[in-house]
């Protein structure tokens, strides 16, 4: 999938409730919910904390996946 197809995918997401805001690209967005800046504040209190440097992560049931994202 190429740049131009996943910005025009993006727009069509945007019409579907998020709880939070997921960064696709550094100029594009999803809104969600819960703010980009609540969320860096709660993945900086939650990942922040731990080292995960060469770890896996597995993504159970984690709404949209925002910390698995992050992680």
Not at 40 to 60: F, Y
Request: charged share 25%; net charge negative; with cysteine.
């Amino acid at each position: 999938m190429g740049i131009q197809e996943l910005r025009e995918r993006a727009k069509d997401l945007s019409q579907v409730h998020w709880h939070h805001t997921l960064r696709l690209l550094p100029d594009l967005v999803v809104e969600g919910a819960k703010s980009a800046a609540l969320l860096e504040a709660e993945r900086a209190a939650i990942l922040g904390t731990v080292d995960i440097t060469g770890c896996s992560v597995v993504d159970v049931g984690t709404w949209n996946g925002y910390f698995a994202f992050e992680a």
